[in-house]
């Protein structure tokens, strides 16, 4: 389990790089290596088009793809609905291919999307989805970076 909070703390230190917005939350991921390697590693809007953290991750790491085993870290929940048209990164992930685990720091708040379906979905391809806490509240600070405040 320290492993897991090691590299989600990696994938904090990345969401602290993203440039806030109140449209989009602020998110870094890390994608490792069954050997525990980092592969690669992205933040949101880290590269030109809204992209997200687990698609800069992926695009960064083309035209290799992830060996079998490896593991996304990520400080929210993949998206499965994008509002911008851009393709959700759950189904990033389950293309990419050789992505066995995601681990995430927190759930995708109801903020912009109803209601994020990745666990399920996740759970139905036969990847494992697995909710790592005790950095919530440092991630969701960083995350809701730029968004209005209520009261």
Do not use: W
């Amino acid at each position: 389990m320290s492993s897991h909070l090691n590299h989600l703390r990696h994938a904090l230190s990345l969401a602290h790089q993203c440039i806030p917005t109140p449209t989009a939350f602020c998110v870094g991921a890390v994608l490792v290596s069954p050997t525990g390697e980092v592969l690669s590693t992205g933040f949101s809007r880290e590269l030109p088009g809204n992209t997200h953290a687990e698609q800069c991750a992926l695009e960064k790491l083309l035209p290799a793809t992830p060996p079998k085993g490896s593991i996304i870290y990520t400080t929210m929940e993949p998206c499965s609905e994008r509002l911008s048209g851009n393709k959700p990164c759950l189904y990033r992930i389950l293309e990419a291919g050789g992505i066995d685990t995601v681990v995430v720091g927190v759930k995708e708040p109801r903020t912009f999307i109803g209601e994020n379906v990745c666990e399920r979905v996740l759970g139905e391809k036969g990847t494992v989805y697995l909710h790592v806490t005790g950095l919530e509240k440092e991630i969701l600070e960083v995350a809701e970076r730029g968004h209005e405040k209520e009261g």
